[in-house]
Each structure stands twice: as C-alpha cells, then as structure tokens.
C-alpha cells in the first residue's frame, strides 16, 4: 500500500524538482505532472501524481496540523 501525501512546489527544473512536505524538501519527479513554483502536488514514493487546487490542499494540510502548526498523528 502506498500513502500520498500533499506538498507544496518550491523549484522545478524539468521533470525534477522539490516540494515541502510537513516543514521538509524532498527531491521530487515531475515526469506526470506538469506542475510549477507554488503549486501543490499530491506525492507518492518521490513522484508527483496530481496537481491538487490550493483551497482543497489548504483544507487537507489544515487537517495535518494542530494548533502548533506542526503534523499531528
């Protein structure tokens, strides 16, 4: 089973780049997804699979996060 996860993009250089993902960069492919800086990006094993519109990836973030802002479990 695989999780995805959301991120946002902070740099794109051809089909690679990086997302923050909870406070952290991952190295991230973009062969699937034609993503740029600022977008949010559903990820699953380093590779983007969807392009996720900023209102739903807020909701979904938001959700993650308790009052200290950081990933709750």
């Known amino acids: 089973m695989c999780i995805a ?4 993009v902070v740099e794109v250089r051809g089909k690679k780049g990086v997302v923050e993902v909870d406070g952290k960069l991952r190295a991230m492919d973009f062969g699937i997804v034609n993503a740029k800086k600022c977008d949010f990006v559903s990820c699953a094993l380093n590779i983007a699979v969807e392009k996720i519109p900023k209102k739903e990836a807020e909701l979904i973030l938001s959700s993650r996060t308790g009052a200290s802002g950081k ?3």
Do not use: L, N, Y
């Open 71 to 73: 990933a709750t479990s």
């Open 5 to 8: 996860v959301v991120g946002k």
